[in-house]
């Protein structure tokens, strides 16, 4: 059955506020009947986000169901991945409805006796796009066995455009001929993917091994895979997830992912963001003794600047930086994927 989803994001639908609705909305547009936040009520999509076309944004799930819905998407992903208990009586009511619950929070919400009773009650199916595979191992740098070139983001923050760049670059990369996969790890991926690990919600000795694992998954099939990455080693609270994510992954190559406006840590105005050239080495120097890995272009987020201030930081950055730039969703994805198809060309003629 195709899926028809109501979005539940109330109070919080904006660009740096639902990421797991909009990441939905930019790449399954067709699967989005509407988004429920009340304080939104009357707009479309488009014109809170800048893209997302006509797609409503409705007051009250009476309202929302009116565009015949079959599943409830919980549109956001906050700090801790809690569930916000304002919520439960629309989660309730899309339970008792028939309509199958995704859910990408810490909070296993199949887990909840009431959304599992109502759940059964009405045949509804709670996905929890976040539930780890029980059978995780430690990781044992068995990436280096495959042939395909693995490519991570990585960021200057979190909550940046990791999991973007990388499914903006790859349909570019594999127009070129080359066979491209991307790996899902975090819940928003996975569910536009249909496959993957939430490294965030694996116990911590495993999380390299859940990258391996997706990774080498990846590779099956592909010559190139684009691994989704996860926060920031500069971040004091995923910093953990970030680094076991790079040494499960073992890539050969990065692209560093970073917001021109943003000078601290979203929610840290304590940690400053360094100079990106000290981003760039602190990440290299953090994979070489695993696997030398360069940090071969950078993706930029400005989706806050105007067209010219935009077009000026990118320039700067690939004055300063000496690789090529661009914001993947603004301009061409193009610099970006012709330095991962160059890359893994000169690596396989090395």
């Known amino acids: 059955m ?38 939104r009520a009357g707009q479309s ?3 809170v986000l800048g893209f997302g076309g006509d797609i409503p944004v409705v007051a009250s799930f009476a309202e929302a169901m009116t565009r015949q819905p079959n599943a409830l998407l919980i549109g956001i992903a906050p700090a801790g991945g809690q569930f916000p208990d304002t919520w439960r009586v629309i989660v309730c009511d ?74 903006q670059v790859r349909d570019a990369v594999r127009t070129m001929g080359i066979r491209t996969n991307f790996a899902a790890t975090g819940q928003t991926g ?7 690990i939430g490294v965030d919600a694996v116990v911590a000795d495993f ?12 590779a099956d099939d592909a010559d190139v895979v684009l691994v989704e990455g996860q926060g920031s080693l500069l971040h ?7 680094l076991g994510l790079m040494h499960g992954s073992l890539p050969h190559a990065m692209v560093l992912c970073t917001q021109p406006s943003r000078t601290t840590i979203h929610r840290y105005p304590w940690v400053p963001i360094p100079p990106i050239r000290d ?5 290299e120097q953090s994979m070489q003794y695993l696997r030398p890995s360069p940090v071969i272009a950078i993706a930029m987020n400005t989706f806050d600047l105007s067209d010219a201030e935009a077009r000026e930081a990118v320039d700067r ?3 300063e930086t000496g690789l090529p730039a661009t914001d993947t969703v603004r301009y061409d994805p193009a610099p970006i994927a012709n330095a991962i198809a160059s890359f893994h060309r000169a690596r396989l003629s090395a």
């Open 2 to 39: 195709a899926r028809r989803f109501l979005i539940l994001a109330e109070g919080n639908f904006g660009p740096l506020t639902s990421k797991t609705a909009n990441a939905c909305i930019r790449y399954a547009e067709s699967e989005v009947v509407a988004v429920l936040d009340s304080t």
């Open 45 to 47: 999509a488009q014109q």
């Open 94 to 167: 899309a339970l008792r409805a028939g309509l199958n619950l995704w859910n990408g929070l810490h909070t296993m919400l199949g887990d909840d006796a009431e959304f599992a009773s109502l759940a059964a009650a009405s045949g509804a199916v709670i996905r929890e796009l976040r539930r780890a595979p029980a059978d995780l191992d430690i990781a044992y740098g068995r990436v280096r066995e495959s042939s395909a070139t693995v490519v991570l983001t990585v960021g200057t923050d979190c909550n940046i455009g990791k999991m973007t760049t990388q499914l």
């Open 190 to 196: 996975i569910l536009i993917e249909g496959r993957g």
């Open 207 to 218: 999380i390299a091994g859940a990258a391996e694992r997706l990774t080498l998954e990846a």
């Open 236 to 242: 004091p609270a995923y910093s953990g997830v970030t």
């Open 279 to 283: 981003v760039i080495r602190l990440y």
């Open 317 to 319: 950055m690939q004055q």
